[in-house]
């Protein structure tokens, strides 16, 4: 079973091109040591994947699904 601190990981393995928005979005909305919420941590990234739709860059899509799968 995938753990909740795994998702992010899988993620980002499967969409290397959130990989720096990622980054940004963890240092504007997290602190150190403050506890990640996933939820809405997989807007950020559902955004992401809406954004990538909408300029046909869909390559990285079919492995994200996967995940999701």
Not at 32 to 42: K, N, R, T, V
């Amino acid at each position: 079973m995938i753990q909740k601190q795994e998702v992010m990981g899988l993620l980002l393995s499967a969409c290397p091109s959130y990989k720096e928005r990622w980054d940004r979005y963890l240092k504007e909305n997290y602190s150190y040591g403050e506890e990640q919420l996933l939820y809405i941590d997989l807007c950020d990234f559902a955004s992401h994947i809406v954004e990538l739709y909408a300029i046909r860059q869909i390559q990285e899509l079919p492995a994200v699904f996967d995940i999701i799968e």
